[in-house]
Nanobody, 121 residues
Framework: QVRLVESGGGSVQTGGSLTLSCAAS????????MAWFRQSPGRGHEGVAR????????YYADSVKGRFTISRDNAKNTMYLQMNNLKPEDTAIYYC??????????????RGQGTQVTVSS
């Protein structure tokens, strides 16, 4: 059974930092392109960052470029999102998903439930 479980969310003030984790199990995680998405009432669903299986090729949305860093440890079946200089507009539910490489298209049934990030001004 495929499972993706996020952790690390919380509440911080503007300018603060958080690191999210996404633990994968039940499938060959290391072969998949992966991504972080976020969902908020005002912005809907948004692709935040994505990473190829080897971990060296990454892509970021303009809204987070220079502030967020995506990484993965295939030995631990875990992906991370280091978020620095957080802003109130980063407030959202963040979730991880397996994607089709080169796109933001999510693979069916390969996403987590999400973790809440709240940034106060």
């Amino acid at each position: 059974q495929v499972r993706l479980v996020e952790s690390g969310g919380g509440s911080v003030q503007t300018g603060g930092s958080l690191t999210l984790s996404c633990a994968a199990s039940g499938y060959t995680y290391s072969s998949d392109c992966m991504a972080w998405f976020r969902q908020s009432p005002g912005r809907g669903h948004e692709g935040v960052a994505r990473i190829k299986p080897g971990g060296t090729i990454t892509y970021y949305a303009d809204s987070v470029k220079g502030r967020f860093t995506i990484s993965r440890d295939n030995a631990k079946n875990t992906m991370y999102l280091q978020m620095n200089n957080l802003k109130p507009e980063d407030t959202a539910i963040y979730y991880c998903a397996a994607i089709y490489c080169g796109s933001w298209s999510k693979k069916d049934n390969y996403r987590g439930q999400g973790t809440q990030v709240t940034v106060s001004s």
